[in-house]
C-alpha cells in the first residue's frame, strides 16, 4: 500500500537517508487529507497529524517502496511511537487514494501550533538528516526503543558535526590528508567512543603505517563566565564531576563557569544565555568571546565556546539551581574581583576554561568597567 507522509519526511535529503531509496523522489506526487491538521509536537520540533473540521492536512503520496525501505521507515518512526495506520486520501487529481501513514499512539503527544515545514526545514533539516545517518546504521543491534532513547544526544553529536564542516579548511595539512580505514562504536552509551583505523599524510609527505585510535565523542559546548562590572564580581558554580572522581581526586566537586552542551538548534550564544539562567538564575547581557578551543583533540572531539558575560550580580543572586531531569545540583557563589584574582595568580583553579576566561577577563576588565 502507498504510504502519506506529512511531517519531516517531506524533507527529501532525510526522506532519502531513511528510507535508504536515493531515487523516492522520483516516487512522490502531493496529496491531502481533509479534516485533518498537522501541527508541532508540544515540547518538541516535529510534527503530528490530528482531527480539526476545518483544516486540510498536506503530504505526499509515496509508491513502489519496496520491504527493505518500508522496514527502515518502519524503524525510524516507531523510535518516537509513530505507527502506521491505514486511511483515505486525495490524490492531486482529488480522487481517493488507499494509504497508510504514521501517526502517535492515543494521548502519546499534544499539538500546539500549526507546523511550519518551510522553517523545520530551514532550521533542522541538515542535522535531522545527518541524525538519521548514525541513528540506523545499527539496526540489526538497536531496537527502535533503544534507538529513540539515544536520539536526542545523536542529534547533538550530529549538530557538533555540521559546525564543525563549517570551519573553511586551512592550507597545509587538512582533513583531505587523513584515509580513514574503518570505525565502529567501542562503546555506545549516553557517551559514545569510537574506535578508528586510519593513515595520514605525515610532514615529510610520506603516509603514515595504519593506526589505531580510540576517541571519546563528545560534543560542543557553551561555557560563560558572569561578569558585573559595575559590582566588579564574578560568579562561580560548583557541582559533583565523575570525571574528577574516578581520577581518584579528593575533591570531586569542583568550581567551574557555568557550561552546558549546545543544543541542536541553537547558537553558542543561545546555549550560553541559556545555560546561565538554568544554573544560577541569571540574565546576561552582553557575551565577549574569549576563545574556541579543543580542550584535548588526542583523546575526545569535545569542543568548547568560551564567553564572558555580563549581567547584574546583586547580593542575594547565590544559591543552588540545575535542572532535576538532568540531576543537576549546582550551588552558584559570587566572588569579589580582588577574590577572584588570587585564586587565578595562586593557581588554585583547577579548570582549564575558567582559567581562560579569567585571565581574559584580567586582561579586558579595565575596558569592560570603563563601558558599564
Known amino acids: 500500500m502507498d504510504l502519506f507522509l506529512f511531517g519531516t519526511l517531506l524533507h527529501l535529503p532525510l526522506l532519502e537517508q531513511v528510507s535508504g531509496d536515493v531515487d523516492v523522489g522520483q516516487k ?20 503530528m497529524m490530528h482531527p480539526s473540521p476545518d483544516s486540510t492536512a498536506h ?12 522496514a527502515r521507515l518502519d524503524y525510524y ?16 487529481n482529488e480522487d481517493p487514494r488507499e494509504v497508510t501513514a504514521y501517526v502517535p499512539e492515543a494521548g502519546r503527544w499534544s499539538a500546539a501550533e500549526p507546523w511550519d515545514f518551510e522553517a523545520w526545514a530551514e532550521k533542522f533539516g541538515p542535522v535531522t538528516t545527518l541524525t538519521a545517518q548514525e541513528a540506523l546504521a545499527d539496526m540489526e543491534g538497536t531496537s527502535a526503543a533503544e534507538m529513540g532513547a539515544k536520539y536526542p544526544q545523536i542529534m547533538t553529536r550530529a549538530a557538533s558535526r555540521l559546525r564543525a564542516q563549517q570551519v573553511p ?23 559514545t567512543v569510537e574506535a578508528l583505523d ?16 580510540e576517541v571519546f565523542v563528545g ?16 560568579l562561580l558554580v560548583e557541582q559533583f564531576r565523575p570525571g574528577a572522581y574516578v581520577r581518584g581526586d579528593a575533591n570531586p566537586w569542583t568550581v567551574e563557569p ?5 543544543d541542536p538548534g541553537e547558537t553558542p550564544e543561545d546555549a550560553a544565555r541559556r545555560e546561565a539562567f538554568e544554573e544560577a538564575g541569571v540574565r546576561l547581557q552582553d557575551l565577549h568571546l574569549v576563545s574556541e578551543v579543543y580542550p584535548s583533540p588526542g583523546t575526545t572531539s569535545e569542543y568548547f565556546f568560551i564567553y564572558v558575560g555580563l549581567c547584574d550580580l546583586p547580593d542575594d543572586t547565590e544559591g543552588v539551581g540545575g535542572l532535576v531531569s538532568e540531576a543537576e545540583d549546582i550551588r552558584s557563589q559570587v566572588l569579589d574581583w580582588a577574590t577572584f584574582d ?9 579548570l582549564l576554561p575558567l582559567l581562560a576566561a579569567g585571565h581574559w577577563l584580567a586582561r579586558n576588565r579595565d575596558r569592560l568597567r570603563a563601558a558599564a
Request: proline fraction near 5%.
Open 28 to 47: 512522490i506526487a502531493p496529496a491531502t487529507r481533509a479534516g485533518y491538521r498537522v501541527s508541532r509536537v508540544e515540547g518538541h520540533v516535529f510534527p
Open 258 to 262: 557555568v557550561a552546558g552542551r549546545i
Open 59 to 70: 503530504g505526499v503520496i509515496v509508491t513502489g517502496l519496496d520491504a527493505q525501505a518500508l
Open 342 to 350: 588570587r585564586s587565578l595568580t595562586a593557581g588554585d583553579v583547577r
Open 198 to 213: 586510519l593513515t595520514f599524510k605525515q610532514f615529510d609527505g610520506a603516509i603514515s603505517a595504519p593506526i589505531n585510535r
Open 169 to 191: 579548511p586551512r592550507a597545509g595539512l587538512n582533513r583531505t590528508d587523513v584515509s580513514l580505514i574503518g570505525a565502529r562504536k567501542a562503546h555506545d552509551g549516553f557517551f
Open 77 to 92: 518512526e516507531k523510535a518516537f511511537g509513530y505507527d502506521r495506520v491505514a486511511f483515505t486520501v486525495l490524490d492531486a
Open 219 to 234: 560534543v560542543d559546548c557553551a561555557i560563560v563566565l558572569p561578569y558585573d562590572p559595575v559590582r566588579d564580581r564574578v
